[in-house]
């Protein structure tokens, strides 16, 4: 099982970013996915995550800024990020759960600043 992120970048404060991340191999139904963030020295964080039949979580710092979605028949899940702040700068993980399994994608870099 392979997962690819890809979107992240640099972007000025106020600015929007949309993450991607595609899931592939073998596997059946992925019944949860989701965005983590990182930082140097802090613990991994859940941003986002939406399950198999769409029920979304946020973390409150992202409520009505970011937006989670996917797309089961392309196994793909996105992150659209709105009015980016300073604070959201970190390495971004996106994190599937198919059966009793979590897989991890690489991380892409975000960067909010002037």
């Known amino acids: 099982v392979q997962l690819v992120e890809s979107g992240g970048g640099l972007v000025q404060p106020g600015g929007s970013l949309r993450l991607s991340c595609a899931v592939s191999g073998n596997i059946f139904t992925i019944y949860f996915m989701g965005w983590y963030r990182q930082t140097p020295g802090k613990q991994r964080e859940l941003v986002a995550g939406?399950?198999?039949?769409?029920?979304?979580n946020y973390a409150d710092s992202v409520k009505g800024r970011f937006t989670i979605s996917r797309d089961n028949a392309k196994n793909t899940v996105y992150l659209q990020m709105n009015s980016l702040e300073p604070e959201d700068t970190a390495v971004y993980y996106c994190?599937?759960?198919?059966?009793?399994?979590?897989?991890w994608g690489q991380g892409t870099q975000v960067t909010v600043a002037s």
């Open positions: 994190k599937i759960r198919a059966g009793f399994v979590d897989y």
């Open positions: 939406i399950t198999s039949g769409g029920s979304t």
